[in-house]
């Protein structure tokens, strides 16, 4: 039975949005204005969608289900199709990471941490913006972990790296281009093909993206819709910002401030001696795009769920303390790994593959690395298991699939 709008949470929302859109004119522009909506927008996907990067990693790996993975790639498909005449022609830039130390073992740390946080970098946010209130400890884990990541990045990045460039620029020239192009899109199309491979011989069936797409308005999506919204939102990021979609350096911001002010000398340390990072340590987040997006992606989710009438607050004081423990130094893994791999599920996995860089691929395999260690330290901190071979299209409106 569908659920009502939630009428007064939709107020808070309203009001909520009406005040931040104000203060950020104020201290930001237009354009950055502009971003906090399309966050608003890309939470409102990501929760009417269920669209997970932790869970979709879980349930490949312990059921064959790969519908999110799938979802994953299609996204990925989308995003790079529309990225691709603008960073071909310079207009904007890509995400584009040379190959390291530090990508692999942070995205294999970062995997871990979304198994022990209960979700990924997006989903600590929208989890959080819908209710769930073991996301406020999360986030906190995420500032320290990326405040201890950034006071190390030094040594990581001394660290020899592989540079091989956008596949973009591989061959040279317009046609080049043409052809790195279609060797990404053939890459995508085969990993796709192979996760729905290994689903068919350990489940019987593949599972369609499309399926279970409900009211436009109040939810749910089905996962094809959520990939194509959210490709949209990651196409008006880029055209907006210049660069592509990315969450976690608000986090590493966010944690700088709040040392700061505890009278840590972080601007002592080398990353925010940098004159661009010392300028956003030094102003209000409000001027930040990044932290703006982050705050328009928690009030999206916070408005999917009241229009699909899903609010429900958690009682903190009925959280078993492992759990917090454990959601906490889920968030110091996500935020240090973050911080070696620069980027996270979106900055490093979606902007790098979308950006036709192979780090994009390298920092899936490690985070799909690091779920299979972090699934098997799940039960430590009493987070809830699921069940072998369990569909994931019963329990549609239930929190854990968004997990």
């Known amino acids: 039975m569908a659920r009502r709008p939630q009428p007064l949470p939709l107020l808070v929302f309203g009001l909520s949005a009406l005040a931040l859109s104000w203060a950020v004119l104020q201290a930001g522009g237009l354009r950055l204005v502009l971003a906090f909506w399309l966050g608003v927008w890309l939470g409102l996907a990501l929760f009417h ?75 600590t946010l929208y989890h959080t913006g819908s209710g769930d209130t073991r996301g406020l400890f999360t986030l906190l884990g995420f500032m320290v972990g990326s405040l201890l990541g950034v006071f190390h990045l030094p040594y990581w990045q001394g660290l020899p790296t592989l540079a091989p460039g956008s596949a973009l620029e591989w061959f040279g020239g317009p046609w080049g281009a043409v052809l790195g192009y279609a060797l990404w899109m053939a890459l995508l199309l085969g990993l796709y093909l192979l996760v729905a491979r290994v689903e068919r011989a350990r489940r019987g069936r593949v599972e369609p993206l499309w399926q279970g797409q409900g009211h436009p308005l109040f939810g749910p999506w089905s996962l094809g819709v959520g990939a194509l919204a959210l490709a949209l939102g990651s196409l008006l990021t880029l055209l907006l910002l210049g660069r592509p979609w990315g969450i976690t350096s608000a986090f590493a911001l966010w944690g700088g401030k709040l040392a700061e002010a505890l009278g840590v000398p972080v601007l002592d340390w080398a990353l925010f001696q940098a004159p661009e ?38 009682d903190p004081r009925r959280i078993p303390l492992s759990t917090l423990l454990g959601v906490f130094l889920g968030g110091v893994l996500m935020g240090y790994g973050a911080r070696l791999a620069s980027g996270c599920n979106i900055g490093a996995y979606l902007g790098g593959v979308a950006s036709f860089s192979l780090h994009g691929y390298v920092w899936g395999l490690a985070a799909l690395l690091g779920t299979a260690l972090g699934m098997r330290l799940r039960p430590l901190c009493r987070l809830a298991p699921e069940v072998k071979g369990q569909d994931l299209l019963q329990g549609r409106g239930a929190r854990e699939e968004a997990l």
């Not at 995400?95 to 995205?107: C, E, K, Q, S, W």
């Open 49 to 123: 969608a269920r669209f997970g990067f932790a869970s979709g990693f879980r349930r490949f790996l312990l059921t064959g289900e790969s519908r999110l993975i799938r979802a994953h790639f299609l996204l990925f498909a989308l995003t790079a199709t529309l990225f691709a005449p603008f960073l071909a022609t310079g207009v904007a830039s890509g995400f584009v990471v040379p190959l390291g130390v530090g990508l692999l073992l942070g995205a294999f740390l970062f995997g871990i941490g979304m198994q022990l946080g209960d979700g990924c970098a997006s989903g």
């Open 277 to 314: 990072f010392a300028e956003r340590l030094m102003g209000s987040v409000l001027q930040d795009p990044t932290s703006v997006m982050d705050f328009g992606l928690f009030l999206g989710a916070f408005l999917g769920a009241a229009l699909g009438g899903n609010l429900r607050f958690q």
